[in-house]
């Protein structure tokens, strides 16, 4: 009997493999907790949070460079009053 060849007609195997593919599908959203009805909305938020992290990542990345800039800005300012002898007092 393990030897024997099945014979499924292309439609009929195809419905088989969707519905094992829904279960599967269901059966992983279960797993991570998506199974509910709120699955949709959590999804929704967790991209809305990716999103955001995204944008803070970019606003902590230029705040970073600017205040590097005004630092050295603020440095060779000072070098050149301590070169010019500005607010030495002479």
Known sequence: MADQMIQIPRD???TIM???AKEGAKAALAEVGLSDEDAGKDI??????IDSWRS???IIG???I???TTGVLIFVAAAVAMKMGIGSGE
């Open 56 to 58: 803070s990542k970019k």
């Open 12 to 14: 009929e195997l195809e």
């Open 62 to 64: 230029s705040t970073i």
């Open 18 to 20: 969707k519905e094992a």
């Open 44 to 49: 929704k938020e967790l991209r809305n949070l």
């Open 66 to 68: 600017k205040m590097a």
